[in-house]
C-alpha cells in the first residue's frame, strides 16, 4: 500500500494514532479496565514486554497488564514521535515511549474489530539515543 504524501494522514490513520493515544494514556493512569478495552477479542494478542518472553493470548496479556498497572510507582511514559502505517483493516504504530531512565522504542499492531481499532501486539525495547548535532554541526 502506498503511504500518503508528507503531512497527509487518512482518517483510519488518525483513529489508529487515537487508539495509540489512548493506550498510553490507560497505561501512565494506570486503567485496568481502559486497557483491557483497548484489546482484540476476536483476533490472537500478543506481547513482548522489555526483557520479558512472549505473552501469547489475551488472558496472559491483561494478566501481565494488571500486574504492571497494578505496580506501586505510577508509569511515568510518554509517547513520542509516533508514525502510522496503515494496511487495510490492520495497522502499526511506531513510537518512542519516552521514561525517566531513558526511551524505549515500540511497535503497537492494531485491527479493526467491531468497528474499533484494538491492540493485537505491543513490544517495546531498548534503543540508543538519538544522535544529536554539536555545535560545528556534526552529529554524535
Known amino acids: 500500500m502506498q503511504r500518503q504524501p508528507e503531512g497527509v ?6 483513529e489508529v494514532l487515537e487508539a495509540n493515544k489512548a493506550f498510553y ?3 501512565r493512569e494506570r486503567d485496568s479496565a481502559r486497557m483491557d478495552s483497548l484489546w482484540a477479542e476476536e483476533q ?3 506481547v513482548i514486554h522489555p526483557g520479558w518472553q512472549v ?3 489475551r488472558k496472559a496479556v491483561l494478566e501481565s497488564w494488571h500486574g504492571i498497572l497494578g505496580g ?9 514521535e509516533a508514525q502510522v ?6 495497522a502499526f504504530v511506531i513510537c518512542l515511549e519516552h521514561l525517566p ?3 524505549l522504542i515500540a511497535t503497537n499492531i492494531f485491527t479493526r474489530e467491531a468497528g474499533r481499532w484494538r491492540l493485537v501486539h505491543h513490544q517495546a525495547g531498548p534503543t540508543p539515543p538519538a544522535p544529536r548535532p554539536d555545535p560545528k554541526g556534526s552529529v554524535h
Do not use: K, N, W
Request: net charge negative; charged share 25%; aromatic share 10%.
Open 44 to 46: 490472537p494478542v500478543a
Open 101 to 103: 531512565g531513558g526511551d
Open 55 to 57: 505473552l501469547y493470548g
Open 72 to 80: 506501586t510507582e505510577p508509569p511515568e511514559i510518554h509517547c513520542g
Open 25 to 27: 494514556q490507560a497505561f
Open 85 to 90: 502505517y496503515s494496511l487495510g483493516d490492520t
Open 9 to 14: 494522514v487518512t482518517r483510519d490513520e488518525r
